[in-house]
C-alpha cells in the first residue's frame, strides 16, 4: 500500500502540502494541484540538426505526432531550406519544444559558433540528423557538442528510402541492409573519432518501424527523472509499451486530482481527466480523423474497434453515467485502501471519502482510455501490415 510520502513522491512535497493543509483542506487542495500544474509545465527542449535535406523538419512533424502537410507543421521538401532556428512546440504539450535548427553547414560557422549561435544552453539534447553516411561538420558538431557536456544523439535518416531501393536487387534481405547501414554509419563515425557511436535508423514516414522506439527508449533513460514524463507523454504512439508508460505517468498523477475534490466538483475533474486522457493517447476526435486519414483507413473503422468510441457523444456521455453508478457500489472497497492516505496529508471526514472516491473512479476512467488505444493502435498495426 502507498505511504504518504510515496503518494506525493517525496517528503518534501508532503510536508509543503501539510503546511497548506494546517490553513484548511481547500488550501490544501490548492497546493496539491498548483504541484500538479508545476510537474505538467517542466520544460523540455529538443535540438534538431543535420545537413541539408536530411530529414530534419519531416523528423520534427513526426516526433510531433504531424503529417508534412498538417496544419502549423513545420514545412518540408526539397527546397524547403530551414535557414534559422524554428521553434514548433507540441500540439498537445506546450512545455515540450522542438527546435528545427539550420544545418551547420548553411550557416559557414565552425561548430563553436554555431552552438553560441543557435544558444546551446537551452536544450537538453540534440539530434543529429543524416540521411548518408555522417560527415565532417556532425562530427566536429558532435565533439562541440560533448565538450559542452551536452548530450548527442545521432539519427540516420530515410531508411525507408535505402530498403525501398535495394529491395529491387536479387537475394534481398532487410535485417542484412539494415545491418550493412547502421555499420557504415558506425565505422564512419569511429573514424572521425568519435568512441562507440550509436547510431539510430529512422523513417519519419514509418515511425512505429526501425529504431525509432529504440530512440525513445534511449532517450528516456537518459533524460533526469523529471524530464522524462514530459517527453514519454509528449512521444507519438509507435508501439504498445507507450501507451502503457502514459498509463503510468497518468496514474500517478491521479491523486492530485482525487485531491482537487475537496474544492471542485467531481464531475468538473472527471471532464478535465477525459480531456487529457484522449489528448494523451490520440483518442479526441481530430487525433483519430488524423489517424485514419494518414494511414488509408475510414474514421468509421477505427471508432469500430473502440469500446467507447468518443465522437458519438450521447454514447460516450451514457457509458461515463455508467461508470460513475457502477462504481459508486463497488467504490467502497477501494476507498478503504486509499482511505488513509488522504486522511494522513490531513483530509479528514467525507473530504477523504469523497477524494477517495474520486481516485477510483479517474482509474476507471484511465483503463478505459488504455483499453481503447491498445484496440486503436492495433488495429493500426494490422492495417499497415496487411497493405501491399
Ligand atoms: N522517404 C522518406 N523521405 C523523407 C524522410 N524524411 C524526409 N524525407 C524527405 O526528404 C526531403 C527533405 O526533407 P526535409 O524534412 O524538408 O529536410 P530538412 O533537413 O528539413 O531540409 P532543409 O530544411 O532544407 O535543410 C523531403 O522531400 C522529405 O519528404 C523519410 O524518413 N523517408
Ligand atoms: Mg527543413
Given at each position: 500500500?502507498?505511504?504518504?510520502?510515496?503518494?506525493?513522491?517525496?517528503?518534501?512535497?508532503?510536508?509543503?502540502?501539510?503546511?497548506?493543509?494546517?490553513?484548511?483542506?481547500?488550501?490544501?487542495?490548492?497546493?496539491?494541484?498548483?504541484?500538479?500544474?508545476?510537474?505538467?509545465?517542466?520544460?523540455?527542449?529538443?535540438?534538431?540538426?543535420?545537413?541539408?535535406?536530411?530529414?530534419?523538419?519531416?523528423?520534427?512533424?513526426?516526433?510531433?505526432?504531424?503529417?508534412?502537410?498538417?496544419?502549423?507543421?513545420?514545412?518540408?521538401?526539397?527546397?524547403?531550406?530551414?535557414?534559422?532556428?524554428?521553434?514548433?512546440?507540441?500540439?498537445k504539450?506546450?512545455?515540450?519544444?522542438?527546435?528545427?535548427?539550420?544545418?551547420?553547414?548553411?550557416?559557414?560557422?565552425?561548430?563553436?559558433?554555431?552552438?553560441?549561435?543557435?544558444?546551446?544552453?537551452?536544450?537538453?539534447?540534440?539530434?543529429?540528423?543524416?540521411?548518408?553516411?555522417?560527415?565532417?561538420?556532425?562530427?566536429?558538431?558532435?565533439?562541440?557538442?560533448?565538450?559542452?557536456?551536452?548530450?548527442?544523439?545521432?539519427?540516420?535518416?530515410?531508411?525507408?528510402?535505402?530498403?525501398?531501393?535495394?529491395?529491387?536487387?536479387?537475394?534481398?534481405?532487410?535485417?542484412?541492409?539494415?545491418?550493412?547501414?547502421?555499420?557504415?554509419?558506425?565505422?564512419?563515425?569511429?573514424?572521425?573519432?568519435?568512441?562507440?557511436?550509436?547510431?539510430?535508423?529512422?523513417?519519419?514516414?514509418?515511425?512505429?518501424?526501425?529504431?525509432?522506439?529504440?530512440?525513445?527508449?534511449?532517450?528516456?533513460?537518459?533524460?533526469?527523472?523529471?524530464?522524462?514524463?514530459?517527453?514519454?507523454?509528449?512521444?507519438?504512439?509507435?508501439?504498445?509499451?507507450?501507451?502503457?508508460?502514459?498509463?503510468?505517468?497518468?496514474?500517478?498523477?491521479?491523486?492530485?486530482?482525487?485531491?482537487?475534490?475537496?474544492?471542485?466538483?467531481?464531475?468538473?475533474?472527471?471532464?478535465?481527466?477525459t480531456r487529457?486522457y484522449q489528448a494523451?493517447f490520440g483518442l479526441d476526435c481530430e487525433s483519430l480523423q488524423k489517424l485514419a486519414d494518414?494511414?488509408?483507413?475510414p474514421l468509421s473503422?477505427l471508432e469500430?474497434?473502440m469500446?467507447y468510441p468518443l465522437a458519438d457523444n450521447e454514447k460516450f456521455?451514457?457509458?461515463?453515467?455508467?461508470?460513475?453508478?457502477?462504481?459508486?457500489?463497488?467504490?467502497?472497497?477501494?476507498?478503504?485502501?486509499?482511505?488513509?492516505?488522504?486522511?494522513?496529508?490531513?483530509?479528514?471526514?467525507?473530504?477523504?471519502?469523497?477524494?477517495?472516491?474520486?481516485?477510483?473512479?479517474?482509474?476507471?476512467?484511465?483503463?478505459?482510455f488504455?483499453?481503447d488505444?491498445?484496440?486503436v493502435?492495433?488495429?493500426?498495426?494490422?492495417?499497415?501490415?496487411?497493405?501491399?
Open positions: 500500500m502507498d505511504t504518504p510520502s510515496e503518494l506525493f513522491e517525496n517528503n518534501e512535497l508532503h510536508e509543503e502540502i501539510k503546511e497548506a493543509m494546517n490553513k484548511s483542506q481547500e488550501e490544501g487542495a490548492a497546493k496539491i494541484m498548483e504541484l500538479l500544474d508545476q510537474q505538467k509545465n517542466t520544460p523540455l527542449n529538443i535540438a534538431i540538426t543535420g545537413e541539408c535535406g536530411s530529414g530534419k523538419s519531416t523528423f520534427v512533424n513526426a516526433l510531433r505526432g504531424l503529417s508534412d502537410d498538417d496544419e502549423n507543421s513545420a514545412p518540408t521538401g526539397p527546397i524547403e531550406t530551414t535557414k534559422k532556428a524554428t521553434l514548433y512546440t507540441h500540439p504539450y506546450p512545455n515540450v519544444k522542438i527546435w528545427d535548427l539550420p544545418g551547420i553547414g548553411t550557416t559557414k560557422f565552425p561548430a563553436a559558433k554555431y552552438l553560441e549561435h543557435v544558444e546551446f544552453q537551452k536544450f537538453d539534447f540534440f539530434i543529429i540528423i543524416s540521411d548518408t553516411r555522417f560527415r565532417e561538420n556532425d562530427v566536429k558538431l558532435a565533439h562541440e557538442i560533448q565538450r559542452m557536456k551536452k548530450k548527442f544523439y545521432f539519427v540516420r535518416s530515410k531508411i525507408d528510402n535505402d530498403l525501398h531501393m535495394e529491395q529491387k536487387k536479387k537475394g534481398f534481405n532487410e535485417e542484412e541492409t539494415v545491418s550493412k547501414i547502421r555499420n557504415n554509419c558506425i565505422e564512419g563515425l569511429q573514424n572521425e573519432g568519435l568512441e562507440s557511436p550509436q547510431v539510430f535508423l529512422v523513417s519519419s514516414s514509418e515511425p512505429h518501424k526501425y529504431d525509432f522506439s529504440l530512440l525513445g527508449e534511449t532517450l528516456e533513460k537518459q533524460l533526469p527523472a523529471h524530464k522524462r514524463n514530459a517527453l514519454l507523454l509528449a512521444m507519438p504512439i509507435i508501439n504498445l509499451e507507450i501507451i502503457g508508460k502514459k498509463k503510468e505517468i497518468f496514474q500517478g498523477r491521479i491523486k492530485y486530482y482525487a485531491a482537487q475534490a475537496v474544492i471542485c466538483p467531481v464531475s468538473t475533474i472527471l471532464k478535465d481527466v487529457e494523451g494518414s494511414i488509408g483507413l473503422d469500430a474497434v469500446k456521455m451514457a457509458v461515463f453515467t455508467d461508470i460513475l453508478s457502477l462504481s459508486a457500489r463497488s467504490a467502497s472497497v477501494a476507498v478503504g485502501e486509499k482511505l488513509n492516505i488522504f486522511s494522513a496529508i490531513g483530509f479528514v471526514g467525507s473530504t477523504a471519502l469523497s477524494c477517495c472516491s474520486t481516485h477510483y473512479n479517474i482509474n476507471r476512467l484511465l483503463d478505459m488504455v483499453d488505444a491498445q484496440r493502435f492495433t488495429k493500426v498495426l494490422d492495417h499497415v501490415a496487411a497493405k501491399p
